[in-house]
């Protein structure tokens, strides 16, 4: 079994950028890297938010501070549709990734099903999910298929709507901005079309911290990927260390669909691993604090532990961090996701320096 060297891989080492173009990356880890580089965070926002309305506008408002959000679909009362082509034509623009924690952790036929069908139909919408390893590897080839099948549906749909949308003289059912986008023949008129909200893209190089001389980092694209739940931050937890040794073990084994963990530590091992790690359990002190070495930063009282970014990602190797509460109770969420960004950009700054030393 592999045992993680944590801070000492080279990847932590190197850049985002370096990062996106190691060959064993998987497509979807490299479009993330890419994505992280540009945009200059690598912030997740975890919205646990309870209805579509709340879900949409927490997209829109902080998107340009986020490189991924993550969703759970079953705890909005009122999902369906116009919250899928609403969320994909938000995360399109203000380009980040949408990963759904739905944690499967069921036989290869159910889990298909459940990340295919059903009124979630996960597989449709979101680029990432994430899965627990204990009903076997079997687990990792099921929906690796799925979302193999799912990708290829969704090509020829593509295909479909752009011829489509040539022939069409009429468009009465999506915007202005897009209908113009029709008659010039463009290939995004897709079936994300059919929201009512009006969302800008975003300027990068106006964004805090954007840099304007970095690579086009494109449109989101159709990949599927999967992160292993191979570390949990709640108190008492029972993914021991063998359990996330054989995680890592299986990633290996499968890089082109599992691009990277759920973990509180860099967990690659070989040399030719770049798996990602996104943490959750992050948290901040209030504004006027050290940025969270020295403050006490306690849990949830129901069995959540927090870090702070600065030990996350400059110490244990961390390359997202995943924040949930913390941005979503503040008063100005916008601006405490700003604060979270680039607490967790600058130590990733610092980590790249260190390892230059």
Known sequence: MPQSKSSSHQTVGQSFLTRSSLPSTSPLASYLFRLMHVKKTNLCLSADVSSS???????????????????????????????????????RRRKFLIFEDRKFGDIGSTVQKQYTSGPLRIAEWASVVNAHLFPGPSIIRALASAATDTILAQNRFVR????????????????????????RGS??????????????????????????????????????????????????????????????SVAQQHRDFIMGFIAQRSLNSEPEDNFITCTPGVSLPPVGGDGGETESIKGDGLGQQYTSPRKLVLDQGCDVIIVGRGILEAADPLKEAERYR????????????????
Not at 59 to 88: E, N, P, Q
Not at 199 to 223: H, I, Q, T
Not at 344 to 354: D, F, M, P, Q
């Open 53 to 91: 309305a709340m879900l949409l506008k927490l997209a829109y408002d902080v998107g340009d501070s986020i490189c991924m959000l993550k969703t759970h679909a079953d705890i909005i009362d009122d999902f369906g549709d116009r919250t899928i082509k609403g969320l994909v034509e938000i995360s």
């Open 342 to 357: 680039s607490e967790a950009w600058k130590a990733y700054k610092e980590r790249l320096k260190r390892s230059e030393r």
């Open 187 to 248: 290939g995004s008129i897709i079936s994300t079309t059919t929201i009512d909200m009006r969302v800008e893209s975003p300027r990068l190089d106006e964004k805090p911290g954007a840099d304007s001389d970095a690579p086009e980092v494109g449109d989101v694209p159709l990949d599927r990927g999967l992160l292993l739940l191979a570390e949990m931050s709640s108190e008492g937890n029972l993914l021991t260390a063998t359990y996330t040794d054989h995680c890592i």
């Open 160 to 183: 479909t709507e752009i011829s489509a949308a040539q022939d069409e003289t009429s468009r009465p059912d999506i915007s202005e901005e897009l209908e113009e986008k029709a008659r």
